[in-house]
């Protein structure tokens, strides 16, 4: 959570007001560009050590070279082993069985003091800088600035949990002047933060007991009905939670003039999975789609036969989520909520391609109603798998049967 | 969905923001309309101040608090951890029970890092409060340890605010005598720190006019309902089977502490030569005379058998340490009562630095003793 103490609070405050002040003085991209990077030094010190921000740092910069580098060469290799160190150094921290077993041997400089950073924020930074390298490959980042790149990464409102930004979305916001638009921005941060302080502050406690712990349902309620009614609490928590989240961050970025992009749009209205998709967490579902999904699905076509179009993708979509799933945890449960997903998009997929257009039915209302209802239930029972880890699990399913 | 796809519509929430700014500063300014709440002078004891109500200098609880104790002729004891509620209760609690003792009953405040410099803005925002108030104060000789024995910016954070300390005019010669341990803890903060603890002030201020204020004047039962009062916190610990026994369950009276915490290496030996503690308790004394408020110390013991197992070199340390705080009352010429004999007695302790629940009862014995002997003079 962003704001999660009122020093942090009162911190950011300051700098909304400071460095709205300093932009109504000078036009100067460099000195606003400059002030955002004490900002987020500044906040972020608040919400990891030193330690963690200089090495994520030193980090950046190397990649940053890196990226300019491919922003000009056409280095495959170049592009690669960057991706895979980043991969590597990102599975070390968030894996410790992996870390164990690689410590001995060529592997052992991984426990170096210097490497221990913390977690927080980490995943989100792996995908800005893995974004930066590709684009810059494909030559979608033609130019990049030193300072925009480094307050691209370290930008303090989405550093936890994202939005996940583009680059040449945030070099746009942070490069150009639009006084009058800011002004409108400033205000319009303002009432997101309230939207998203309302969900996370005002709904969440009132629900997250029961939407986190069945059992506290159990004394009122029979065994399948407690399930029932907490993994429907945990929909709603889960969804008020991020999304309220995501309105803050989104909110706060607004009041320093840049607009990151949207991550929540009504998702439990989807009429599919697929759908479901392109409304939940959509800044990292795009990036799922663009780095992990269709290159899955170039690399299935290179050994299957283009004919299997439909075989390639299902499983893609299995491979894309079950990663999906390592991401989110570390722990076997994960694995569950990714497969869960991935095997819906893949019947999903079935059903739209094959059979869907043999029913004239489809396009009816009452279709659309119960779609909205199925995927609403299927998303809501793979929340079980992402909530509980295995021994739950297996209590849980024990009080079912 | 239209009506949300219009509230998230930029043009729409600019102007809801601009709304939201504008009722904002209203309601603020509104909010120093609404009249102060007063002190209500209640019959009963209060047990404790919430902390937030003491840091802030809350003047309706604060004021409320020190009337309650003095007008039923009770005491406040105060200390830092050691002071705190503990399971099988503390040795305030057993007095409070002490049928002996009828008519006496003991307010607490006391925390982790709550030693008496923390206390100074406080009374002396409430000097009328305090005059004649009985106060008994826990010194715990663990904070002459070394990584104790200088001022710790956190625990003042926690237990006091800057603009409280601020707003205190003092004569030269007082602010020598008895504001030293405040002006140590200003000289510490930073300006950026300064400016942070300003605008929580302002913020909690502007904060209370509506969540307490407003709110005792919309339901004036809710400022009684915030307070616990003795009677209600009486829990009949004597009744409890381990009342007065050393739980050996749990203690390793070998070691004399819990056996889960015979290992752990947070023990660290006196400081012997920072004077930074001296200092405030001495302040904090003066502070006592001056406002007439009947104080006594009582110096805690320390846990010999530990340090005699652990770090027998520096139990010399140790022993000087307390002769000299010892010493430093008598100079001071004020009350006290010294616990220390305490410090060899077996299951008197839970770790290197704090009491058992037997600890405990053995301290109220000997508090009760002294305390009887005077009534009864």
Redo the contacts between chains.
């Keep these: 959570m962003l704001f999660n103490s009122y020093t942090i609070f009162i911190y950011i405050l300051f700098f909304v007001l400071i460095y709205n002040v300093v932009k109504w003085i000078t036009t100067n991209i460099w000195v606003r560009n400059l002030l955002i990077f004490f900002g987020n030094i500044l906040i972020l010190l608040t919400l990891v050590k030193e330690h963690t921000l200089i090495v994520l740092s030193v980090f950046s910069v190397l990649i940053y070279f890196i990226g300019k580098i491919l922003q000009h060469k056409n280095s495959r290799i170049l592009l690669t082993s960057s991706i895979s160190i980043i991969l590597l150094l990102f599975v070390i921290r968030n894996y410790p069985y992996i870390q164990n077993q690689l410590s001995d041997g060529i592997f052992s400089f991984i426990n170096a003091p210097i490497l221990s950073v913390q977690k927080l924020g980490i995943s989100y930074i792996l995908f800005r800088l893995i974004h930066f390298l590709v684009e810059s490959y494909r030559k979608k980042i033609q130019r990049s600035n030193f300072i925009t790149f480094l307050n691209y990464i370290l930008f303090f409102p989405t550093f936890i949990a994202g939005p996940i930004d583009t680059y040449n979305n945030f070099a746009y916001w942070v490069g150009h002047e639009r006084k009058s638009y800011d002004w409108k921005l400033f205000f319009a941060g303002i009432s997101r933060i309230l939207i998203g302080a309302v969900k996370v502050v005002g709904i969440v406690p009132l629900i997250i007991v029961y939407a986190t712990d069945y059992t506290t349902l159990l004394p009122d309620f029979s065994a399948w009905w407690a399930i029932i009614l907490s993994l429907l609490l945990y929909s709603v928590y889960i969804y008020l939670d991020f999304s309220g989240y995501s309105d803050i961050s989104i909110g706060t970025a607004y009041m320093i003039g840049i607009k990151t992009p949207e991550n929540f749009n009504n998702p439990y209205i989807s009429q599919s999975l697929a759908e479901f998709w392109k409304r939940w967490h959509i800044t990292f579902s795009s990036f799922l789609k663009m780095y992990v999904f269709k290159p899955t699905i170039r690399v299935f076509s290179s050994f299957i036969n283009v004919k299997h179009r439909l075989l390639i993708t299902i499983l893609s979509y299995i491979v894309t989520f079950t990663i999906c799933g390592l991401w989110h945890g570390s722990s076997i449960n994960y694995v569950y909520w990714g497969l869960w997903h991935g095997v819906g998009l893949a019947i999903n997929k079935v059903w739209t391609s094959q059979l869907k257009p043999r029913f004239a039915f489809c396009n009816s209302t009452g279709y659309k109603i119960a779609s909205i209802i199925l995927t609403f239930i299927y998303v809501t029972i793979g929340f079980v798998f992402f909530q509980y880890s295995q021994n739950q699990l297996i209590e849980l399913f024990k009080l079912l049967s | 969905?239209k009506l949300?796809e219009k509230?998230y519509k930029?043009?729409?929430?600019?102007?809801?923001?601009?709304f939201?700014?504008i009722t904002l500063i209203i309601l603020i300014l509104l909010g120093y309309l609404i009249p102060n709440q007063k002190p209500e002078s209640f019959k009963n004891q209060i047990y404790t101040l919430n902390g937030f109500n003491a840091k802030y200098n809350d003047e309706a609880e604060v004021s409320d608090f020190f009337h309650s104790i003095k007008k039923n002729h009770g005491y406040l004891v105060m200390g830092t951890s050691e002071t705190v509620s503990m399971e099988e209760g503390n040795y305030h609690d057993f007095l409070n029970e002490d049928p002996d003792l009828k008519g006496i009953q003991f307010s607490v405040l006391a925390g982790a890092g709550r030693t008496c410099g923390t206390y100074i803005p406080l009374f002396l925002h409430h000097q009328e409060d305090l005059d004649s108030l009985q106060l008994i104060y826990f010194i715990n000789p663990a904070y002459w340890r070394a990584n104790l024995c200088e001022m710790n910016l956190k625990y003042w954070d926690r237990y006091t605010q800057y603009q409280i300390c601020r707003t205190i005019s003092l004569t030269e010669s007082e602010q020598k005598q008895i504001f030293q341990p405040v002006n140590h803890y200003k000289e510490e903060l930073t300006f950026f720190q300064k400016?942070?603890a300003y605008?929580?002030y302002l913020?909690r201020d502007a904060r209370r006019n509506y969540f307490c204020d407003f709110r005792n004047q919309l339901f004036p039962e809710k400022y009684a309902q915030q307070f616990q009062f003795i009677t209600d916190t009486l829990s009949d610990y004597r009744s409890c089977p381990k009342y007065g026994q050393i739980d050996t369950e749990l203690i390793d009276t070998v070691w004399n502490v819990l056996k889960t915490f015979q290992h752990q290496s947070w023990y660290q030996p006196m400081n012997e030569t920072d004077t930074y503690r001296d200092m405030e308790l001495t302040s904090f004394i003066r502070l006592c005379k001056k406002l007439g408020i009947k104080a006594t110390f009582v110096i805690g013991p320390y846990n010999e058998r530990f340090i005699q197992q652990y770090n027998p070199e520096s139990l010399a340390g140790h022993q000087r340490v307390v002769q000299k705080i010892k010493q430093l009352l008598i100079d001071q010429n004020v009350n006290y009562i010294d616990a220390t004999a305490l410090s060899p007695v077996a299951g008197a302790f839970v770790d290197h630095q704090h009491y058992s629940s037997y600890g405990a009862y053995r301290i109220y014995q000997l508090m009760k003793q002294q305390l009887y002997e005077e009534k009864s003079h």
């Design positions: 969905m949300l509230i930029t043009s729409n929430l600019f102007k809801n923001g601009i939201i700014v400016g942070i605008f929580d913020a």
